[in-house]
T-cell receptor, first 110, second 113 residues
Framework: DVKVTQSSRYLVKRTGEKVFLECVQD?????MFWYRQDPGLGLRLIYF???????EKGDIPEGYSVSREKKERFSLILESASTNQTSMYLC?????????FGNGTRLTVT | DQQVKQNSPSLSVQEGRISILNCDYT??????FLWYKKYPAEGPTFLIS?????DKNEDGRFTVFLNKSAKHLSLHIVPSQPGDSAVYFC????????????FGDGTTLTVKP
């Protein structure tokens, strides 16, 4: 079974802080993704990566960056956290289809 | 412009009856559709998918129907069980690269014993 692990279930950060969300998958998947989930907006794609050191913008990349130094690890970075980045963040991986999601990180920015 | 819409935020059905969850899309390039189920405090898990070359796909109690001309798909759960209570997300993609799926808002299904 595919396991996608997100390092934190809950995070509380202050406005302006730099925030790192970590994600690790154990199935040697090429593709990894970061989504955020907000009420009434569904899941929206922030960034994705098809290979180590490769990254592509999703639908809402503003205010975020990512890092993929190893195949199994995909990090989401909030350079300067803002209150509108309070959300549920979901990491996912896949070789092709379907997506395998982690359990999410609930981030609150105060 | 929301390309995938689930117009019913919630649905409540009695155990043993049929649950029908609906999804509409606007982008005619979408040719692969998936349903995910999400329990509280867990990530979404894949449930069932359908390619545009089919109009129906069945997996146990779950059946997905696709009406390409209407740009509409639906998920049927028969019979519904209390354990099916969850949020259901419809997703659509161009090709089977499901990672770049566009998701709907989700429908919260409650199955009452």
């Amino acid at each position: 079974d595919v396991k996608v692990t997100q390092s934190s279930r809950y995070l509380v950060k202050r406005t302006g802080e730099k925030v790192f969300l970590e994600c690790v998958q154990d199935m040697d998947h090429e593709n990894m993704f970061w989504y955020r989930q907000d009420p009434g907006l569904g899941l929206r794609l922030i960034y994705f990566s098809y290979d180590v050191k490769m990254k592509e913008k999703g639908d809402i990349p503003e205010g975020y960056s990512v890092s993929r130094e190893k195949k199994e690890r995909f990090s989401l970075i909030l350079e300067s956290a803002s209150t509108n980045q309070t959300s549920m963040y979901l990491c996912a991986s896949t070789q092709n289809s379907p997506l395998h999601f982690g359990n999410g990180t609930r981030l609150t920015v105060t | 412009d929301q390309q995938v819409k689930q117009n019913s935020p919630s649905l409540s059905v009695q155990e043993g009856r049929i649950s029908i969850l609906n999804c509409d899309y606007t982008n005619s390039m979408f040719d692969y559709f998936l349903w995910y189920k999400k329990y509280p405090a867990e990530g979404p898990t894949f449930l069932i998918s359908i390619s545009s070359i089919k109009d129906k796909n069945e997996d146990g109690r779950f059946t997905v129907f696709l009406n390409k001309s209407a740009k509409h798909l639906s998920l049927h759960i028969v019979p519904s069980q209390p354990g099916d209570s969850a949020v259901y997300f419809c997703a659509a993609s161009v090709g089977t690269n499901a990672g770049k799926s566009t998701f709907g808002d989700g429908t919260t299904l409650t199955v009452k014993p």
